[in-house]
């Protein structure tokens, strides 16, 4: 384990209770957030249980054939069913696809409305040039008080999904279901590039540039990036980081026009990340 500082004034965190810099009571979960993984707090020995859970139920509906309605359930959730959908292999069906990244963010929002506590400032923790990974650090009087109460959550979560047969066209509804039903909507501004986005639509993949000019830190960049990709109809793997700083830079293919793509966001409702850039790149 590397150093790790607070960015913002170049200290240690610290417990906000016990003032420890080391592992204390009152750490609740320890998440790196680059490597998207658990790394200590009392989480770690609990984020096994609750993945499990997660998993068993998304398998179960997945071998009954039964889709699931979106209703009341959380974001994040919302999307695991969806990538698990996408990519389920009815030959493995035990082999369940958990986005690890979308559990996380879904875990420390759930420990947060749980009664976790995030001290201020932008934790890393230092590795090698170019490893560095930015951390969340959740601290709490109990932390198993607020483990407990984050998998009833789950739990509840689980048991109010409403499961429905799959239709004869399950498996377009899956994908339909990641943005909005496109309806046309005046341009404001028509440009060259925009004319290309609109003549291009449906059924090929093209490659496209998204350029994001001011990345968000924190738990609001799972939620970006997630809806970034739900936005484009691709998985995380799908989304081929180009260019880290100062903008941030994907490459992807995909169907969704940029008109689709820019309502997708501003239903997702994610207000950050500075300029949105959607660059076609131009067939040779
Ligand atoms: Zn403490």
Redesign the pocket.
């Known amino acids: 384990m590397g150093a790790v500082v607070d960015e913002e004034t170049g200290q240690e965190p610290s417990?906000i209770?016990?003032d420890?810099r080391d592992d204390?009571?009152?750490?609740v979960a320890v998440i790196d957030r680059t490597f998207s993984a658990c790394n200590g707090g009392a989480l770690y020995d609990s984020i096994g249980e609750l993945r499990e859970l997660l998993a068993d139920r998304i398998s179960a509906t997945l071998a009954n054939l039964q889709t699931f309605g979106e209703d009341g359930f959380d974001y994040e959730l919302a999307s695991i069913f969806r990538g698990a959908v996408e990519n389920y292999d009815p030959g493995q069906p035990d082999d369940v696809y958990v986005d690890e990244q979308m559990f996380l963010a879904w875990l420390i929002e759930a420990l947060l409305n749980a009664g976790a506590d995030e001290p201020p400032g932008y934790i890393v923790e230092e590795g090698g040039p170019g490893q560095s990974s930015a951390l969340t650090l959740l601290?709490a009087p109990n932390p198993s008080a607020v483990i407990s109460k984050v998998a009833r959550r789950l739990h509840e979560q689980l048991s109010s999904l409403k499961s429905r047969e799959f239709g004869p066209d399950a498996d377009e509804e899956s994908h339909t279901q990641v943005a909005p039903e496109p309806e046309p909507i005046p341009r404001e501004e028509p440009s060259s590039k925009q004319d290309t986005a609109q003549k291009q639509v449906d059924n090929t993949s093209r490659p496209v540039l998204i350029v994001v000019t001011d990345w968000p830190s924190g738990t609001m960049a799972f939620k970006f990036g997630g809806s970034l990709q739900a936005s484009l109809g691709v998985t995380k793997e799908e989304m081929k980081l180009v260019q880290m700083t100062p903008e941030r830079i994907f490459r992807v293919e995909t169907k969704i026009s940029e008109t689709d793509f820019r309502k997708a966001m501003n239903a997702r409702d994610v207000a950050s990340g500075g300029t949105v850039l959607f660059l076609e790149i131009p067939k040779s």
């Open positions: 417990c209770f016990c420890s204390c009571p009152h750490l601290y």
